[in-house]
């Protein structure tokens, strides 16, 4: 194990993180889901947005949830950005997007809002295994 974490080099994960977070920028924005995402969150439109230690949190927990991606393609021995992607899509829908759509069954979160929600993620955990991928 301290092979594998010694194995990482913190730039791609770095890197990629700063595009997932950009990323949630557009995906959040009115150009992509802001409005739909809005409306099924109850936020009115004159809402102002989360404050900066909201958004520094948020880039913290992404920037562990791509370093912890970057150790799952480190231990595959994964050396292309095609197969990176592939892993972060497969443990995104597989991790995030199925467990998260359990919880929201309970809690009776709409399908559009994890659609939206859960979706980000998807396709920021697979641009993020593309970086990390290719960077082997």
């Known amino acids: 194990m301290a092979n594998l974490l010694s194995s990482v080099s913190a730039l791609p994960v770095l890197i990629a993180t700063v595009i ?3 990323l949630g920028a557009i995906w959040y924005s009115p ?3 802001a409005k ?3 409306e099924l ?3 009115p439109e004159d809402h102002e947005g989360g404050s900066p230690l909201l958004f520094a949190i948020s880039f913290i927990l992404q920037f562990i ?13 994964i050396d292309s950005a095609q197969s990176g992607a592939l892993i972060g899509f497969f443990a995104a829908a597989g991790f995030v ?8 069954l309970f809690s009776e979160v709409p399908l559009k809002l994890h659609l939206i929600d859960n979706g980000y993620h998807v396709a920021g955990l697979t641009i993020a295994g593309l970086i990390i991928g290719w960077w082997h």
């Open 41 to 43: 969150r109850n936020i």
């Open 36 to 38: 739909p995402w809005m």
């Open 65 to 77: 949830g791509v370093f912890s991606l970057t150790l799952f393609i480190e231990a595959l021995g």
């Open 97 to 104: 997007f199925s467990l998260s759509g359990t919880t929201g």
């Open 20 to 22: 997932y977070f950009i």
């Open 31 to 33: 150009v992509l889901f």
